[in-house]
């Protein structure tokens, strides 16, 4: 069965902090790279955050870089996205997905995605 389901949105004034959270199914979590993907209205889908399937690799857009980290946990099968300094340009449906398509870079090849879940960045 492939699931995944975000949690953790909400609201966040500029500088503050919010970890996002994706209960990830088993048979996605033994065998892909998953990662954050974000959705501004009237913007495209734009990659976040991945992480490989033994964790030992880790790609990050450079709008995100030193104030995100991605992280798993293996025994929860949880996926989880920390994220930090935010501002108003954070603002997005955050998605997480399963790179389940085999490709050169960790940031492409998704096919399954979660519902996503709202990050609102505002005073």
Known sequence: QVELVESGGGLV??????????????????HYAVGWFRQAPGKEREFVAAISRTG????????????????KDSIQYRLYLQMGSLTPEDTAVYLCAAQT???????????????????????
């Open 101 to 123: 398509t085999r490709a050169q870079e960790l940031r492409a090849g998704y096919d399954y995605w979660g519902q996503g879940t709202q990050v609102t960045v505002s005073s």
């Open 56 to 71: 030992l690799l880790t790609d990050y857009a450079d709008s995100v870089k030193g104030r995100f980290t991605i992280s």
């Open 13 to 30: 004034q500029p500088g503050g902090s919010l970890r996002l959270s994706c209960q990830v199914s088993e048979l996605i979590f033994r």
